[in-house]
C-alpha cells in the first residue's frame, strides 16, 4: 500500500475554484492508478474522477465533467483535482485513492471504491451559495 495525504480543500464561494493535491509516500506513485472519490454529510462516498498510472485516460462522473481535472506529475509522486465552477452541491470530503497495479495495466481508470486499496485521510471542500 501506498500512504496519501491530500490538501488544498477549504471554503469557496460558488462559481469560485480549488484545487486539490494528493501526495503519495515514495517514488512508487506512478505503479498506482488514482482516483478522487468525496463524500457529503450523510450520504454514501461516491466517484468523482479517475487517472490511469500513465496519465493518458481519464473518466469523471457525469456531475462534474467539463467542471473537474484530474492530472497527475508522477515525477512528484502528485494528483492533482482542478474544481472550477463550484456549486454548493460539491460540497463534501474529497478522498484520494490509489490502485496498485502490473506493470502492463497503464491506461486502466477505476470509479468503484471498491477496486482502491489505499486511501487519504480525505480534505473538506466547503461551497457556500
Known amino acids: 500500500q501506498v500512504q496519501l495525504v491530500e490538501s488544498g480543500g477549504g471554503l469557496v464561494q460558488a462559481g469560485g475554484s480549488l484545487r486539490l493535491s494528493c501526495a503519495a509516500s515514495g517514488r512508487t506513485a506512478g505503479r498506482y492508478a488514482m482516483g478522487w472519490f468525496r463524500q457529503a454529510q450523510g450520504k454514501e462516498r461516491v466517484f468523482v474522477a479517475a487517472?490511469?498510472?500513465?496519465?493518458?485516460?481519464?473518466d469523471y462522473a457525469d456531475s462534474v465533467k467539463g467542471r473537474f481535472t484530474i492530472s497527475r506529475d508522477n515525477a512528484k509522486s502528485t494528483v492533482y483535482l482542478q474544481m472550477n465552477s463550484l456549486k454548493p452541491e460539491d460540497t463534501a470530503v474529497y478522498f484520494c485513492?490509489?490502485?496498485?497495479?502490473?506493470?502492463?495495466?497503464?491506461?486502466?481508470?477505476?470509479?468503484?471504491?471498491?477496486?482502491?486499496?489505499?486511501w487519504g485521510q480525505g480534505t473538506q471542500v466547503t461551497v457556500s451559495s
Open positions: 487517472i490511469s498510472r500513465s496519465g493518458g485516460k481519464t
Open positions: 485513492a490509489a490502485a496498485a497495479l502490473s506493470m502492463f495495466a497503464t491506461e486502466t481508470v477505476g470509479v468503484s471504491a471498491a477496486w482502491y486499496d489505499s
